[in-house]
């Protein structure tokens, strides 16, 4: 019965409205608490913007994908190396870190929560074994959908509700989260040798196109209930003149759920790209702001781009091909049987490259543009688009335009006569930046109900306490002081205790692993379906019997268990 | 002018291998500099593995000159980041000797282990016996390996010697092993005596075999005879996987049967 007393603390918590009172905090045994007696530790949080729990809604940090991505860049290993000190671990990686410096290097951000982004049901095991290891946080699985043979045959069929019973079964038996779409159809084209280019372009061996796919996965995906949305990566990522087909993507989606979003449509940076070629690459990011303005039932995040050395890696195989052949550097491409497919490289953003410079200002313009902050998340898509160490940079270019204006003038010099960012004045305020770090992504990932993203009784104790003073810092000048405050925290707390002071992570946080399980009728039990079963057991390495993820797999863990309205 | 004698002391377990990345010229300019090594995960004091004897005084690096003596076959990471002066080592010398140096010589009268020199900018390191694997390399995964200065072996050099180099040179005159000059992009390396499958994936640089190339890759392409040195020699254009446009003289050929 561990007690805790945040003492003055300068409180934003959007989802509460509270914006900036001083209050103090109590915390018994890992929950916020109205009051305690006699706390067992005592926190002066004095002039420190104090903060939930920063929440990654969409990030690569664990599972086979990335762990392919450390061991086929062996030279990251050389950048991020710290030895071991007092509980911490030794740590080593940039792009592609350790399990420990991803965790130690997003606490001392002031993160508890992070969704791994993209986990293939089949490999769910080795997800779950890293997220073990990833122990300050709390991890969450989205569990990719967008090839999966006994879906898409049910979409072909056009029965939406078996359809809701595999999503089911599968999710229990990964041990997943939500439902990702990676490419839809394109995936599964590219197993051989094609691609689509948007989403009315047939499936090779399925008469079904990836809107259909689309659209049935969301009405599926509520009539299970589960907490978040359909997670989507559009078809066509990277392409010049793409954005006319997240657009048209946009425009097809059904608003079916009154509580939050139906869609989540994750780096749409990589999505807004206007132009017929190379040559004239452009940004189309007002235009899809337009849209997603115009859509309350769809949340965005940023994918943000920023400069350095960083590694690349999807579902979408047929995309990173398309990029080694913009690189010839190494590439990995990966097959993952019924389900879908991956691919990785190593690439560089630099400054002096157009294409690259246009990349980082439509992800600053897309978080600039959208008018409501609850539905454009920040993200880098770590690490595609950028190490997720690089989050305090974003804040403080969305913060200040002086900041934005100093980076501009560094980039290759035609960068303005296709961007729109130069002409944007907005500069994003204090409660802004925490809706889009951490309230909007408990909102989208329907996380509150299970008491993360704010700070009154009943909630976890995750807090993030960091040493900016608001009153006196003017974020719109002083951009050093936001990069150097969100850096480090002064105290990242992990139900209750204390698991980060000033960049020192002192123990192993009780972390748990979120997963979903969604109840169905005895009519749409996929363990009991001969023809799944006889299905599964034909085309699969796996027996049926041998693929679900043991609990013993998962350490602690929070199963959140749906009613399904089939 | 300052000569510092490094005498490796007696150990309990010899093979035990010593990181020693503090051994280079210009750390002893600073008198009050310690210096620790470590072996395994435990840090030392210098003085628990050498005998140290310093006389005289610098103001350069470029007057400190540093001998080691005794067993130093697991001494690793000597004259990394060396940029200026001597270091004579009378023995062997363990791996990842001269990583990184972009100036000074480094005179090995022994064997050096692998990665000698590896991702080197200047300077020289003459090794008097043979060298073992990766010699002027890159390290796992980089992308290019030696970009300067000069490696002169005088016997043999294991595989992959010169992998990535992307500049300077390497001279080895007894024979090179498997795949030496993999990757190469810049740069001359030259193997006196044999070696096999040279240079795989060659986008550029130069690579001279005054011996036989065993198993020739069949993606090069023979240019003709011509002659170095009044030597009779064959020169090939390649690699044809990648761009084409490195070039190997060899004097004698032989292509897996």
Redesign the interface.
């Known amino acids: 019965m561990k007690t805790l007393l945040i003492k003055n603390a300068f409180v934003i918590d959007p989802i509460q409205h509270i914006s900036g009172e001083t209050m103090d905090i109590a915390v018994r045994n890992g929950k916020i608490v109205d009051d305690v007696k006699n706390p067992d530790e005592v926190i002066d949080a004095q002039g420190m913007l104090t903060l939930p729990g920063g929440i990654d809604s969409h990030t690569h940090i664990c599972g086979t994908k990335v762990n392919f991505g450390r061991y086929?860049?062996?030279?990251?290993m050389?950048a991020g190396r710290t030895s071991?000190k007092g509980d911490m671990h030794a740590t080593a990686g940039y792009s592609v870190p350790t399990t420990y410096g991803n965790s130690y290097r997003y606490s001392r951000m002031g993160y508890t929560t992070l969704l791994e982004g993209a986990m293939a049901p089949m490999e769910a095991r080795h997800t779950h074994e890293e997220f073990r290891y990833t122990p300050m946080q709390d991890c969450l699985a989205n569990t990719l959908f967008d090839g999966n043979w006994f879906a898409l045959q049910a979409i072909q069929d056009g029965d939406t509700k078996r359809l809701a019973g595999i999503l089911a079964w599968y999710l229990s038996a990964a041990k997943g989260f939500g439902v990702k779409l990676t490419n839809p159809g394109g995936t599964e084209a590219w197993g051989f040798g094609k691609d689509v280019s948007c989403i009315n372009d047939p499936i090779p061996n399925f008469d079904i196109t990836p809107l259909e796919i689309i659209v049935k996965m969301i009405e599926a995906n509520e009539m299970l209930n589960l907490p978040h949305s359909v997670h989507l990566h559009c078809n066509n990522l990277g392409k010049p003149g793409n954005y006319m087909c997240t657009l048209d993507t946009y425009d097809a989606i059904p608003d079916i759920n009154d509580k939050r979003q139906s869609l989540y449509s994750t780096h749409v940076q990589f999505h807004s790209y206007g132009g017929s070629s190379w040559n004239d690459f452009c940004s189309k990011a007002e235009d899809i702001a337009r849209s997603v303005n115009d859509k309350p039932h769809i949340v965005i995040d940023t994918g943000q781009v920023m400069f350095g050395k960083t590694t690349t890696m999807t579902a979408d195989g047929p995309m990173e091909f398309n990029l080694y052949r913009l690189y010839h550097?190494k590439w990995s491409n990966h097959d993952i049987e019924m389900e879908t497919g991956s691919g990785i490289i190593p690439v560089v953003y630099r400054k002096k490259n157009l294409v690259n410079a246009i990349m980082w200002a439509i992800g600053l313009e897309l978080a600039l543009l959208v008018d409501d902050p609850w539905r454009c998340i920040l993200a880098t898509d770590n690490p595609n688009g950028a190490p997720f160490v690089k989050y305090p940079e974003v804040m403080a270019l969305l913060m200040s335009k002086e900041y934005r204006d100093k980076e501009f003038e560094t980039l290759h010099k035609s960068t303005g006569r296709r961007v729109a960012l130069p002409a944007i004045e907005r500069e994003l305020t204090w409660d802004e930046i925490a809706v889009m770090t951490r309230s909007a992504q408990a909102r989208a990932l329907g996380l509150i109900d299970y008491g993360k993203g704010y700070l009154s009784e009943g909630a976890e104790a995750d807090i993030a306490i960091y040493p900016i003073d608001v009153d006196s810092t003017d974020p719109a000048r002083d951009y050093e002081r936001i990069i150097n405050g969100f850096s480090t925290t002064e105290y990242t707390i992990k139900r209750g205790e204390v698991v980060c002071r000033r960049g020192t992570c002192t123990l192993e946080g009780n972390h748990s692993t979120y997963w979903v399980k969604p109840h169905v009728s005895p009519a749409y039990d996929m363990s009991k379906d001969a023809a799944f079963i006889d299905g599964f057991n034909r085309y699969y390495s796996i027996r049926r019997a041998n693929y679900p993820v043991g609990e013993e797999y998962l350490g602690r863990n929070v199963c959140m268990e749906t009613e399904a309205s089939i | 002018m300052m000569k510092v004698i490094l005498e490796v002391k007696e150990r309990h377990k010899p093979n035990l291998p010593i990181e020693a990345e503090c051994i280079t010229p210009k750390n002893f300019l600073d008198p009050e500099r310690e210096f620790h090594v470590w072996k395994g995960?435990k840090e030392l004091d210098i003085t628990d593995i050498f005998h140290v004897r310093k006389d005289g005084t610098a103001k350069s690096a470029e007057q400190v000159e540093i001998t080691i003596r005794g067993d130093s076959s697991h001494i690793k990471r000597v004259g990394e980041y060396m940029d200026g002066g001597k270091i004579l080592i009378e023995g062997d010398i363990g791996m990842h000797c001269g990583n990184f140096m972009s100036a000074g010589l480094i005179e090995i009268n022994g064997n050096a282990d692998s990665w000698l020199g590896r991702e080197m900018h200047g300077g020289k390191i003459l090794c008097h016996g043979d060298a073992m694997d990766y010699a002027g390399s890159g390290?796992?995964?980089?992308?290019q390996g030696m970009r300067g200065g000069l490696i002169e072996i005088m016997g043999d050099a294991g595989d992959f010697a010169g992998e990535t180099m992307a500049g300077g040179e390497i001279i080895i005159h007894g024979n090179a092993g498997d795949m030496p000059g993999v990757d190469i992009k810049d740069g001359r390396l030259t193997i006196m005596g044999d070696c096999s499958r040279p240079c795989g994936n060659m986008s550029g640089g130069e690579c001279r075999i005054f011996g036989t190339a065993y198993d020739m890759l069949p993606t090069f392409r023979n240019e003709g005879l011509t002659a170095i040195d009044s030597v009779q020699i064959t020169r090939f254009s390649g690699d044809y996987m990648s761009r084409g446009l490195g070039t190997i003289y060899v004097a004698n050929c032989k292509y897996m049967d």
Not at chain 1, 72 to 76: G, I, K, L
Not at chain 2, 139 to 143: D, L
Request: aromatic residues 8%; glycine residues 8%.
């Open positions: 086929m860049s062996p030279e990251d050389r071991r550097n | 995960n390290y796992r995964g980089e992308k």
